[in-house]
């Protein structure tokens, strides 16, 4: 059973220096990797820094998909540059090509590889008196949504809940949600799996392992030199954050007063404080205008907008309507979706703004816990939090100074607490911290 290789290490330690590296030494006739990042520049870079090899792009040609290319270059044992979302679409016959051509995977920054599917109060009662969809468990207890094959129906609105549950990507939650779930296989189909991230043991793809029984060693990566090595998580250098510390000015006044409550700026919050969220904007404009001189190319903020929106046109414009009421004058090309990452196209703005409390989705929250795996909210929102934080100029090479407003004293406390411990950075417990990486190439 493959065991997937989590590199976990701070932004700026060489994560994907080492990935170019690895594919560049690694012989053409024992490794084919599919390298999947979530920007479609990033694809580019990897096409322009692996010299070894040629790394393709699934495109749509000729009336084909791009998942229908994807199986094509697979099929053809090319190496492959792509985005998650592609990734995401993987079907059966994705896994089959993976499996049988021996592939290495490449994984930049985690996925999502669970998320609720929008449903109105009362479909998944239609659809289930209407004898079209049953729930089957499989041998871990996992329930899975079955659409029943002799009732299928051809062009309906629940098109998109047919093809998962065909595809068998749909699980059920709590006697009340549908959960899209990436068919974890997919994971074991790989000769070896890397991904890189920071974090991990707070992120939705650790404990979708948990659940699916993926095993995963934990991984650093150090530099000697001008090359890189992976090295046991037991033996990593240890984050010394004290100089980036030094470089992370985070406001102390009383603009902060609007966030003492611990739920504060939630996303709930936003639906309930019309008059506060006033308050909000005139601070984050004080702030940005009076306190650090910033101007829209300096200037980066975020808020609930970030949250990847339902299609549905009334949730649209209610997210986007919060995220305008926000928005202070002036900084409206400032904005930056809070779920960016593994991007430097915002790596020197200066001065931040991050106006919102993370919560998990409590129907995804309750997903894992319903089937006993403990997730721990604080560890997920600081994960988050570091994300987009590190999109700025603190990321470089040589970190440089920003000014950063966090009003949620929650949100603050936490960054607070990772600056000033290792108390986030402990591997989960029964995680495998003291093995190479399973390739023995390496």
Known sequence: MTTVNIIDAPCGYGKTSWAIQYMNEMCVDSHKFIYVTPFLDEVTRIQQSVHSRKFYEPESIKGETKLDDLHRLLGQGKDIATTHALFQMANAETRELIRSNNYTLVLDEVMNVIEQVPLKKDDLKLLFEAGVIDIVTDGKGLKFI???????????????????????????????????NLPCDIF???????????????????????????????????????????VPYADRCHHDKSRIASLINIYKGKLNNIGDNRNALSTSWFGKNGDLIVTLKNNTYNFLTNKCKATKDTAMWTTVKGNKESKKKDRKKDSSNIKNKVRPKGFKDSFVPMTSRATNEYENKIHLAYLINRFMNPIEKKFFEQYGVSVDQEAWALSELIQWVWRSRIRKTIPEHIDLYIPSSRMRGLLEKYLSSDFFETAPENTVIDEPPSDWHL
């Open 146 to 180: 079955t659409w029943l094959e002799d009732k299928s129906i051809n062009d309906t609105e629940y098109n998109h809940i047919m093809q998962m549950a065909l595809t068998g990507n749909l699980m059920f939650c709590d006697n009340s949600a549908l959960i899209w």
């Open 188 to 230: 074991k189909m790989f000769n070896n799996v890397f991904i890189l991230t920071y974090l991990f043991k707070g992120q939705f793809q650790r404990y979708y392992y948990d659940l699916h029984g993926i095993k995963y060693r934990y991984l650093s990566v150090v530099k000697n030199h001008d090359q890189y090595s992976l």
